[in-house]
């Protein structure tokens, strides 16, 4: 067992995960992060609304919104998408969007981040929301 932690010394370490992931379909490679705590928080907010009385978990594009969270910059760590993209990036073909939200997903540890989802709330099986 080794030492324990200090407040500060936890807070001073870099423990963001990265990968890059060749996408042959699209002629290139993209670089993935781990979502923080508080982005992993705001990206599983992002997919719940309420309807009438009961939050329902919206689904609808929620692989898009990941990997456009996920994705960044290799040279400035900034994403490459903005919230206003995430729509358009749900056009792209699913395989690909899959394999780059399989990655996302462990990155983050949040391999079962659907099923949580669906677990903790009616899931919209429509899939439909206000949002993109």
């Not at 060749?22 to 982005?39: A, K, M, Q, T």
Request: glycine fraction near 8%; avoid cysteine.
């Amino acid at each position: 067992m080794g030492d324990y932690l200090s407040a500060d010394a936890i807070l001073a370490f870099d423990d963001t995960k990265i990968e890059d992931v060749d996408i042959p379909e699209w002629g290139g490679i993209i670089r993935l992060r781990s979502l923080s705590g508080r982005e992993r928080d705001a990206f599983e907010a992002s997919l719940r609304v309420r309807d009438g009385k009961h939050t329902v978990v919206a689904l609808e594009n929620y692989r898009a919104k990941l990997v456009a969270r996920s994705a960044i910059n290799p040279d400035t760590g900034a994403r490459v998408f903005t919230d206003e993209q995430i729509h358009l990036l749900g056009e792209k073909n699913a395989a690909v969007l899959q394999r780059l939200y399989d990655v996302a997903t462990a990155l983050s540890g949040m391999e079962d981040a659907e099923e949580d989802l669906a677990g903790n709330s009616e899931a919209d099986p429509s899939g439909s929301s206000g949002s993109s």
